[in-house]
């Protein structure tokens, strides 16, 4: 039998031979060697496209410090691999207690890492807490998600970000592909193998219209479902009309839908109120950053019992008789239940990461503390790789 190593060096592998625009950047990455002398805390989902990014970083080379974004969507046999890899230290374990994620972002800053690449902000927080005083090599951040990016303004607002920090997320080559294609796809792909369920004739109720909301409609209807939307701004709202959905408020849709999905980033959108709308036998899931979104607390005081109906999904027997279906623990669904984006997706994305690492190896010294963009060269030129590896 093959060990959890072996497996993860060949999901490791297949997930490489799908990311020729990383293939380039890591051949570069070779000779010129920009992150020499650097060691790079890394704290993102760590699965097989997660592994190749952190290859790159290192034949670049870096020192690697390695943990989870989200204890459920680590991915065992790839710390296993990543493991076995010299200059790389990881600190992660897939279902690890909140607890024990808490100290792996300790142990990360305590290695007195001088770039960060993370992916929901929960770093950039714990650096505030702890002192900058406490990192004096650490040069700047890179965040990979709108969540994380909402957090870095939100402190640069406050007067708080200690760092320069690189939003990836608000590169055009991010959210346009990643948020909206990426996770349209990997979420109906996780629904699909935990349930096992057909999705064409379906009411979906997607909650929150950006980029993660229109990926996930898209898909939807691509599948056969009818799709209502529930969306706070009014112009996006119009947008999913024009797209063809349906829109009502979260309460209304609620009581349609029979599969309901979060993607908003914000907490407790699916609340009380809402919970006590959802159909008999219905399936809730959330595809954004934390798993806040659906209110479990509520949940379980509403319920008399909660199972495991089959691996990834939890059957909610509620005292008025309705059994309702959470998958992933409420976490993000196509993490937690499946293997996250496609590869070519993720060598997009990540692509964006390594190139904005290296400028701030290179010119973060003379940044000030702000949230910046990725530079559009960058942007561009991953659009013009991309366009030529096909
Ligand atoms: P976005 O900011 O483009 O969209 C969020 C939308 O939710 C906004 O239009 C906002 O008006 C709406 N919204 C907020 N509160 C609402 C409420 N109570 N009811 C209805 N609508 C509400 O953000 P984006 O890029 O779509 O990301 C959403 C979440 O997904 C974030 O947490 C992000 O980090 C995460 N994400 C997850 C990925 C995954 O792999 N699962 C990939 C990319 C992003």
New binding site residues.
Partial sequence: MKSEAERGHEKIAWARAHMPVHARIRERFERERPFAGHLIGAALHLEAKTANLILTLRAGGAEMYVIGSNPLSTQDEITAALSETDGITVSARHGESLEEHAASIDRLLDASPTLIVEDGGEVIGRIVERGIERLPRLIGICAE???GVEQLRELERAGKLPIPAIAVNDARMK?LL??RY??GQ??WDAIMRSTNLLVAGKTVLI???????RGLALRARGLGARVVV????PI?SVEALMEGHDVAS?NEGIAQADIVLT????PG?VGKEALERVKDGAILAN????GYEIDKEALDEMSVENREARPGVRAYRLADGRTIYLLGEGE?V??SVAD??PAEIMDISFALQALSLEYLARNGATLSPRVYPVPEEIDTQVARTVLSVR
Avoid at 207 to 213: A, D, F, Q, S
Avoid at 230 to 233: F, N
Avoid at 263 to 266: F, I, L, N, S, V
């Fill in positions: 998600t709108t969540t959210y990643d948020n990426g996770t990997s979420t909650i929150g219209y950006g980029w993660v909301g529930a969306e706070l701004d996006k979260l993607a908003t980033g914000k959108v595809a954004g950053h934390f993000l196509n993490l996250g984006h």
